[in-house]
């Protein structure tokens, strides 16, 4: 790290998490379920391309913020 670096510069305010959902029920794949699912660990923002194309249906995949 530089001399001019501070941790005490910025406030984090928002931290992404990618959320692994394995084998969620059929009837959960749509976006409203899925977002729903997600709101329990913040507001979701974003699901993977496999997920939203259901190309893989072992998990799926979302980002929420917390």
Same mark, same amino acid.
Do not use: H
């Given at each position: 790290?530089?001399?001019?670096? /501070?941790? #005490?510069? +910025? +406030?984090l #305010?928002? $931290?992404? $998490? !990618?959320?692994? %959902?394995? &084998?969620?029920?059929? #009837?959960? !794949?749509?976006? #409203? &379920? %899925? /977002?729903? $699912?997600?709101?329990?660990?913040?507001?979701?923002?974003?699901?993977?391309? =496999?997920?939203?194309?259901m +190309?893989? $249906?072992?998990?799926? =995949? =979302?980002? /929420?913020? &917390?």
């Open positions: 790290m530089g001399a001019d670096f /501070s941790f #005490n510069d +910025e +406030e #305010n928002m $931290i992404p $998490i !990618w959320v692994k %959902l394995p &084998s969620p029920p059929q #009837n959960c !794949w749509g976006m #409203n &379920s %899925l /977002s729903r $699912i997600a709101t329990g660990l913040g507001t979701p923002i974003y699901a993977d391309k =496999c997920t939203t194309k +190309e893989r $249906i072992s998990y799926a =995949c =979302c980002t /929420s913020t &917390s």
